[in-house]
């Protein structure tokens, strides 16, 4: 991998030059030139100081070939800077002009049928055309030549969300670019073979003109795995190569201002390997929408953790979410009283110092005119925009009180993403079809959440070794080389806790040998004392066949189970499976959970799938084990139950099943920010729950109190929202969405 670029900030217009940016993508293009006037008018009374400006403004910008006009735009930029808002200016490549494509349909990309990827919508190019690139690189220096020294663009804002639209194309400008792609990979035609397993189905590759695509070969051809994870990769790298060029070419005229581009992390994404991407950007920004449901909270929190180590632990920027409901999915819910702030805080508790929002003022025309936005449909009397200008002072408090530049405080425990073994999940020549790596991720960090334990989520490619515990759930695959630091991280005394579908294949998706998991030529297996032969999955599909396999510790398991036929002699078994269901596959005594004392340290193996409460439970179990290293910020029971008795039965969590029953979970999210020096700490406090909950011996003096009530005696007979909060001592109550901040100084001598 290459080094990564120096951490650049983009200025704000204050007069220092700092403060939490707070803004959003605006889009002025849409409405007449008078709606600036008052945009800004509402901006400031918002106190929004920076916008994403000029997106999709290509067209604006150059109406016809070669014609450049920034009369428009120039005018935008003056009045936003005149009013103290700064702009993270587009290269506005992102959608072109349909000139471009009536006179160039050769750009457009293609699909795995062949059919051309017609223009209209946007990202309707082929990532490897020349003649789009030409287009593309043109425009940027038009750019860059213009606003060079324009001091209000304090930032570029490189196309948008790259590969959201043209991820994939199979177009003969692909095919030449991937044969070029496998010839530096591979360099001889026989590794290329060896690696793609050729020898099956008779696909031999003579020489790299040969190489294809992974077009449609018909409804039930395979696509052959490794071949389709190259295709991945290669996709991936065709698109930071063009963000590079683009970015290149700016930077060439006006090196002096930062660079971005708009990543998509959430938990059910996985576009880029942003491991990757983060390194060429000089700040790390995301566009992160909500998912529905109770895990709201905590699935931003999990994807955030991610965010916060692509940006190597330096602060990042939202460069979008939603003030409420979005217009794309089949379920498009709103947000409740108090999330829009709740959210925004809560992505500046992870670490985030810019707070931005897909849009400014939502578009009454076009596809998106149902997605909410800072300014709705119903105008600056609305709840939204109230909450908009709630929010804007919060992060103003928030600047004054210096959160910007402090650092999110690691937890002791990595959860390992791996965006290589997302893709290969995704293969559908698996023993089952129902895998998700990035849903793994999230149940290990939510479960862990349930027992008061935050845990960072990591790239595998990155440096994890300082790190406790490292846990790899479906990282499926596992090169030998990663085996190998993996084995060395353990013998110096790390844990791991490796899962059920891990290490199963190489990085050219080849089964290792020998026994299950087969990577690193048996080191994984030597490292866990374990071997096992068969995978019994489990599903609805199979009748009359049990759904269900329970364990031997109580747990249950659902999809999958390693049949482990032997164990080193010093694995400790720690579940095996157990009940009627196990016997019935021949499970009965098999285990499960085990493990194994490796160099200084300890290899775990979770052997079959567990969700995110049977998770839980395992970690709550293996208390004072040293599995999950030093509970991060949160201490199991902290929280909810220990506020003195009578608040404890208020605040119990009711159980998710028996063995859970006196272990109600932590309700609240608690993490930390502090400066480099030590000098200053900020608290954040989330309430994950439905229901107020109550916490107490809270630090430092609260900056912000949002949804939150305060007890100030915490004497007998309080009572706060029905709450008993006696003997709460400097008592807070956290209603629903609620999040309190709270800040410590520490004078240094
Ligand atoms: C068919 C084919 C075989 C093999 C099996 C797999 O029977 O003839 O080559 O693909 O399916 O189930
Ligand atoms: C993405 C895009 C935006 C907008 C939003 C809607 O994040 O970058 O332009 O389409 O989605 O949620």
């Given at each position: 991998m290459t080094a990564r670029r120096p951490f650049r900030w983009p200025a704000l217009l204050t007069e220092s030059g700092r403060g939490i940016a707070f803004g959003g993508d605006y889009n002025p293009d849409q409405w007449p030139d008078e709606m600036v006037a008052e945009d800004i008018r509402l901006m400031r009374e918002a106190k929004v100081n920076t916008v994403a400006l000029a997106i999709f403004s290509w067209d604006r910008i150059e109406p016809r070939e070669g014609e450049f006009t920034f009369d428009w735009l120039d005018s935008v930029i003056d009045q936003l800077g005149a009013a103290g808002i700064a702009v993270d200016l587009a290269s506005a490549t992102a959608a072109a002009p349909l000139w471009l494509y009536e006179t160039h349909p050769e750009v457009l990309p293609i699909d795995k049928y062949g059919h051309v990827v017609n223009a209209g919508s946007r990202q309707s190019w082929r990532p490897t055309s020349p003649v789009f690139r030409q287009y593309a690189l043109d425009l940027c220096r038009r750019l860059a030549e213009h606003y060079r020294d324009n001091p209000t663009v304090t930032a570029w804002h490189m196309g948008n969300e790259y590969g959201w639209n043209n991820r994939y194309d199979y177009s003969d400008d692909a095919l030449k670019a991937f044969r070029l792609w496998c010839e530096r990979k591979y360099g001889t035609i026989e590794a290329l073979n060896e690696a793609w397993g050729t020898a099956f189905w008779s696909q031999h590759v003579n020489s790299f003109d040969e190489v294809l695509l992974p077009r449609h070969m018909g409804g039930d051809a395979m696509v052959n795995p490794p071949q389709q994870l190259d295709f991945e990769r290669f996709g991936n790298d065709m698109l930071l190569d063009f963000y590079k060029a683009e970015r290149d070419a700016i930077e060439a005229i006006c090196p002096d201002k930062p660079f971005t581009t708009n990543f998509m992390v959430s938990t059910d994404q996985c576009t880029m390997d942003y491991a990757q991407w983060a390194r060429e950007v000089d700040f790390v920004s995301n566009d992160h929408y909500f998912h529905e449901g109770e895990s709201h909270l905590d699935e931003l929190a999990c994807s955030d953790a991610l965010m916060d180590s692509l940006s190597g632990g330096r602060p990042w920027y939202v460069m979008e979410h939603s003030t409420s409901a979005v217009q794309w999915k089949p379920l498009n819910t709103r947000k409740r009283a108090g999330e829009l702030v709740r959210d925004s805080l809560a992505h500046v508790a992870m670490g985030a110092d810019a707070i931005n929002f897909f849009q400014w003022r939502q578009s009454s025309s076009g596809a998106e005119a149902f997605h909410s936005a800072m300014v709705p449909h119903a105008g600056a009397d609305s709840k939204v925009f109230r909450g908009v200008c709630e929010l804007g002072e919060a992060l103003e408090t928030l600047s004054r009180a210096g959160v910007q530049g402090t650092e999110l405080r690691r937890a002791g425990t990595a959860i390992l993403f791996s965006a290589e073994s997302e893709w290969a999940i995704r293969s559908q020549t698996l023993p089952s079809m129902k895998l998700s790596h990035w849903h793994d991720v999230r149940d290990w960090y939510r479960g862990l959440l349930d027992v008061g334990r935050r845990a960072d989520v990591v790239p595998l490619a990155y440096d994890w070794s300082g790190y406790k515990t490292i846990i790899l759930p479906t990282v499926l695959v596992l090169s030998e080389r990663d085996v190998r630091r993996i084995a060395d991280f353990v013998r110096a005394g790390g844990n791991v806790v490796v899962g059920y579908a891990t290490g199963l294949v190489d990085e050219h998706f080849h089964a290792g040998l020998g026994g299950y998991p087969g990577a690193g030529d048996g080191l994984l297996r030597d490292m866990l004392g374990v071997r096992s032969e068969e995978f019994n999955i489990l599903g609805t599909e199979a009748e009359g066949e049990p759904v269900t396999i329970g364990l031997s510790n109580g747990l249950e398991t659902h999809l999958w189970q390693n049949d482990v036929t032997s164990t080193a002699p010093d694995t400790t078994i720690m579940a095996t499976y157990a009940g009627d269901a196990a016997s019935d596959w021949e499970l009965d005594g098999v285990p499960a959970i085990t493990s194994h004392p490796y160099g200084q340290g300890a290899a775990i193996y979770v052997g079959c799938d567990l969700d995110r409460h049977a998770i839980a439970r395992l970690a709550a179990a293996a208390d004072g084990l040293p599995w999950f290293g030093e509970p991060a910020c949160v201490k199991p029971g902290d929280y909810g139950d220990a506020a003195g008795p009578t608040a404890a039965t208020a605040n119990a969590v009711p159980s998710e099943d028996a063995a859970g029953a006196n272990a109600p979970a932590p309700r609240i999210l608690h993490t930390v920010r502090e400066s480099a020096d030590g000098a200053v700490r900020f608290d954040f406090y989330m309430n994950r729950a439905k229901e107020s909950v109550a916490v107490h011996d809270v630090p430092g003096e609260p900056i912000i109190a949002h949804r939150c009530s305060r007890s100030?005696?915490?004497?007998?007979?309080d009572i706060a929202d029905g709450i008993d909060i006696t003997g709460v001592a400097d008592g807070w109550l956290l209603r629903r969405n609620a999040i309190l901040v709270t800040r410590t100084v520490h004078r240094q001598e």
């Open positions: 100030p005696s915490g004497s007998a007979g």
